[in-house]
């Protein structure tokens, strides 16, 4: 059975205070790990997608990484806008869907 | 470009009381699925589908219905509904089953009386 885990589950930084994200995966082939943002009262929206450890991805603030277990996602010197909840899903062999780990809630203070 | 349209954004339902949620692509995506999403519990998975006419079941389908009869159209019909089901609702779609990413609705609110 696919499984996310993702941690903190919640995180304080000051605004300028970089850090990192974690989430853990296991599933049976792995054919993408996605990263979304998801604003309070809206969907989540797509941030990036890596398919093979060692891959990079990255935008504006957000860079994330894999390996063959976990990925990681790093703010650098973030912004009160930056503020939200980030969702980490992996998507197995088949038509297995998009599994989610329960979310990191990211709080940036000016 | 719509991308992926939920209606409605908010709904109150007595307990008992049946209605379908709506959820409408314009992407001409082959894969769609719903979610639910409560405090604590992250997305969790109703149903979903891989093409029109087929539909699948996911962690958690009691007390929900789907059909596909069309690429663009995916409704979640409650048939009774319950205090349980309250929840956030979110439809996804993508182009295929393959290492593609998802596009989300902007969800349905549901309280269930």
């Known amino acids: 059975e696919d499984q996310v885990t993702q941690s903190p589950e919640a995180l304080r930084l000051q605004e300028g205070e970089s850090s990192s994200l974690n989430c853990s995966y296991t599933?049976?082939?792995?054919?993408?790990l996605f990263w979304y943002r998801q604003d309070p009262g809206k969907g989540p929206e797509f941030l990036f997608t890596l398919y093979s450890a060692g891959e990079e991805k990255e935008k504006e603030r957000l860079k994330a990484t894999l390996t063959k277990k976990e990925s990681f996602l790093h703010i650098t010197a973030p912004k009160p806008e930056d503020s939200a909840t980030y969702l980490c899903?992996?998507?197995?062999?088949?038509?297995?869907?998009?599994?989610f780990g329960k979310g990191t809630r990211l709080s940036v203070i000016a | 470009n719509a991308g992926v349209t939920q209606t409605p954004k908010f709904q109150v339902l007595k307990t008992g009381q049946s209605m379908t949620l709506q959820c409408a692509q314009d992407m001409n995506h082959e894969y769609m699925s719903w979610y639910r999403q409560d405090p604590g519990m992250g997305l969790r998975l109703i149903h979903y589908?891989?093409?029109?006419?087929?539909?699948d079941q996911g962690e958690v389908p009691n007390g929900y219905n789907v059909s596909r009869s069309t690429t663009e159209d995916f409704p979640l019909r409650l048939l009774s509904a319950a205090p349980s089901q309250t929840s956030v609702y979110f439809c996804?779609?993508?182009?295929?089953?393959?290492?593609?990413?998802?596009?989300f609705g902007q969800g349905t609110r549901l309280t269930v009386v």
């Open positions: 899903a992996v998507r197995g062999s088949g038509n297995t869907p998009l599994v």
């Open positions: 589908s891989v093409g029109a006419g087929i539909t």
């Open positions: 599933v049976s082939g792995l054919r993408g």
């Open positions: 996804a779609s993508s182009y295929s089953v393959g290492a593609t990413e998802a596009f």
